[in-house]
């Protein structure tokens, strides 16, 4: 029955608001006009020095030092508890909060440290945020639609409701992590950014006259603004890269099958042509790592039948920093500046390009990279969004009623469409095969540019046009979405940030399509300066150990 759904929305977004001690509640919140920038010292005002300390801390110095005995996890869990309040009334970047729940779980772990004398895993006492995809004991789960208020995924009186938990949620809670809130997404999470009618647009805490990205926007902002120290993302067609590279973070799209995905929620479920990743983003390269190597030290096949049995391999992690740290070894990069139909916006040319210089300074070679057949493997991956006509999405919004983000109308319309048959899924599973022969054989033939004799180590490339988009700006999705059609590995690097007084368009620019036209109207230096810009480096399927070494030897070139 379709309810009243702004009533509905109402409540809930009034009830996050007030599960937020008043002791940690704002006066005033400023206008993005009154404070663009929320975060350094904007938000310090509102901490003590030992809560910026903790919560400026990244998730492998935490660990560190509740593994010392040095702080406690009661303490660490409070100063992000409140430090994400503060996050929430900024930017709007909370779905749910369990700070009870999780201060009792942090009480245990210092228990149990007191007793035993050690950590109960590699994640003791680090607090985790979690995308609102994530099944959690007695919290809900709305994935941004008011349809799902009160249900278990749309569903009433399900026995899963306030029970059921992911897998993934399972072995957090092995490896001694701290859950507290879980964070905001765009409603059907298929959006370049963040909006829902429950907690309306999620704002980028560096810039809030920009958006944070999406689907997992909630996630990038909350972090960008420190308020976690790692969190945990999905990614479809850049979910985990644009939030993280918006907001000057690094995240990793794993391949489909190496990390759990089991017991999550989800749009387009059964469908499995192009599936959806789950990952972590963080404020250093080396947080995403504990997070990657802490999970699979779960053995989650034995938990989750799609994942691939494929423990840390640290000698793909090793050979990187032998060659990084050897005066013979080089490694060899492919970039590609621009997909022909969107060019990068001026931050984003810089970034690629300062990135290209760093790793040429270092010793090391870059070649030009020219994607085969790019456009149609993008529409090959897109025609998969849609598969059932949008039918699993607008069942969602006819549970209440609400109206659909303009966001996401873009890509489902207004109403449902007709079905692809059998045939035609089948046929766009040839095309994208045919698609990823091709891209491995280019891949295989640079062997015979890089002059040393093997193939290219990883792509430079931008993740979007912009540093980070406008609101109802964010249209072009060639630069992340390939990565998903080819299910290959990709991590994001922060590089710099915008400036309004060098990063400008060459005068006479004439824009090489109707898209690109319309990026390069969107552009106003004035609004993006100061905007983080990033960086993506894609590998070939399942290189994460490698691709995550890379983004941190690469990040050190660039002094991240």
């Not at 609102?132 to 009186?157: A, L, P, S």
């Not at 490896?175 to 647009?201: D, F, Q, R, W």
């Not at 973070?249 to 469908?271: C, H, K, T, V, W």
Request: glycine fraction near 8%; charged fraction near 20%; proline fraction near 6%.
């Amino acid at each position: 029955m379709v309810t009243d759904w702004k009533s509905l929305a109402t409540a809930k977004r009034e009830a996050i608001l007030q599960s937020i001690p008043p002791k940690w509640r704002i006066a005033k919140i400023p206008t993005a006009e009154e404070q663009k920038d929320v975060t350094g010292a904007y938000a310090q005002e509102f901490l003590s020095q030992k809560e910026i300390e903790i919560t400026e801390t990244d998730a492998v110095g935490i660990a560190e030092k509740v593994a010392a005995g040095q702080w406690s996890a009661v303490d660490v869990t409070e100063a992000f508890c409140h430090r994400a309040s503060l996050a929430h009334q900024l930017l709007n970047c909370l779905h749910e909060t369990f700070f009870d729940a999780a201060l009792a779980d942090a009480k245990a772990l210092d228990a149990y440290y007191a007793e035993h004398k050690k950590t109960k895993g590699p994640l003791h006492g680090v607090p985790v945020s979690l995308k609102d995809q994530f099944h959690v004991k007695n919290v809900e789960t709305t994935m941004g639609y008011v349809g799902w208020i009160g249900t278990f995924e749309g569903k009433k009186e399900d026995p899963r409701q306030g029970t059921y938990e992911s897998e993934l949620v399972r072995e957090l809670r092995e490896l001694g992590a701290v859950l507290y809130c879980k964070t905001s997404v765009p409603h059907t999470l298929m959006a370049g950014e963040t909006v829902n009618n429950i907690i309306g647009y999620t704002w980028n805490p560096k810039d809030r006259f920009l958006c944070s990205g999406g689907s997992s926007g909630g996630e990038g902002a909350l972090i960008g603004f420190r308020g976690s120290p790692l969190g945990l993302g999905t990614d479809i067609g850049g979910s985990i890269r644009i939030p993280a590279g918006f907001n000057g973070l690094f995240g990793i799209r794993p391949s489909a099958g190496r990390l759990p995905y089991e017991g999550m929620a989800n749009s387009m479920d059964g469908q499995n042509s192009v599936l959806s990743v789950v990952g972590p983003l963080a404020t250093t390269a080396r947080s995403v790592k504990l997070m990657v190597q802490s999970l699979l030290s779960q053995s989650p096949w034995l938990y989750d039948p799609l994942v691939v049995e494929m423990p840390w391999r640290q000698e793909q992690e090793d050979d990187v920093w032998n060659t990084a740290n050897s005066a013979l070894g080089e490694f060899t990069f492919g970039v590609l500046k621009t997909d022909g139909v969107v060019n990068p916006q001026p931050p984003v040319a810089r970034a690629v390009q300062m990135v290209v210089k760093a790793i040429e300074k270092a010793g090391h070679k870059v070649i030009p990279w020219e994607s085969p057949d790019h456009h149609a493997g993008i529409t090959t991956t897109l025609k998969t969004w849609t598969f059932d006509g949008g039918k699993d999405v607008h069942d969602a919004f006819a549970l209440s009623g609400e109206p659909i983000a303009e966001q996401i109308s873009m890509s489902y319309g207004n109403a449902p469409t007709d079905q692809k048959t059998a045939s035609d899924i089948a046929a766009n599973n040839v095309a994208q095969r045919q698609w990823k022969k091709k891209y491995l054989d280019a891949w295989n033939s640079t062997a015979s540019a890089t002059g040393t004799g093997n193939p290219i180590d990883a792509i430079i490339c931008p993740l979007a046009p912009y540093p980070a988009a406008r609101p109802k700006g964010y249209r072009w999705y060639a630069y992340t979405v390939w990565v998903n059609g080819l299910d290959y590995t990709s991590v994001v690097v922060p590089v710099t940030n915008a400036d309004k007084n060098i990063d400008k368009y060459e005068p006479g620019y004439t824009p090489v399509s109707d898209h690109d036209k319309t990026a390069f109207e969107d552009y106003d230096a004035e609004i993006y300066d100061g905007a983080h810009v990033s960086v993506q480096l894609v590998g070939r399927r399942f290189q994460e150990e490698k691709m995550l070494a890379l983004a941190e030897y690469v990040g050190q070139l660039l002094g991240k």
